[in-house]
């Protein structure tokens, strides 16, 4: 929910999933360097990215090292329930703003560490807030349904 209400978040969230997808841990200076980036170097900034790292690390997201610099990433929890698998979609989607395609969809960096588990087609197919299509090559993407 965090991710749809507050942009600043998902963009920490994407950020931070993005990092420690290529080598499992980032450090919090690579984040704020990338926050910098986007929203200017502000005290504002920094403090902001240091409260949403803190609340994944409280929500058990992330682990912080001893010495408070590196985050690591957890473990990939599997979401259960067709239901929830759906509104995890709905939550990406809305939170990337465009369609994605459905094998990629589970490596969006804004949802680490949760996994759509299998079958995502099926159960998203069923889901009346949401657009699966094919293009003529066959690759399936989704969206959020006008």
């Known amino acids: 929910m965090a991710i749809v209400t507050y942009p600043f978040f998902a963009k920490v969230a994407e950020i931070v999933g993005r990092l420690t997808s290529l080598q499992g841990d980032c450090t919090t200076a690579e984040v704020h360097r990338r926050m910098a980036e986007i929203y200017g170097e502000r005290e504002g900034t920094r ?9 994944q690390i409280d ?3 992330l682990d912080r090292s001893d010495n408070g610099k590196t985050l690591t990433r957890k473990k990939p929890c599997a979401l259960e329930g ?7 979609t709905t939550a990406v989607l809305e939170a990337v703003g465009r369609p994605v395609g459905l094998g990629t969809l589970e490596a969006q960096p804004v949802i680490f560490p949760f996994g759509l588990g299998d ?3 099926f159960v998203l197919s069923s889901a009346s807030d ?7 090559a066959g690759n399936q993407s989704v969206s959020l349904r006008e």
């Open 59 to 61: 929500w058990a997201l």
């Open 82 to 88: 067709w239901d929830l698998v759906r509104w995890m």
């Open 119 to 121: 079958n995502l087609g």
């Open 47 to 55: 403090r902001m990215t240091n409260m949403v790292l803190q609340s």
């Open 130 to 136: 949401l657009d699966l299509r094919a293009d003529s």
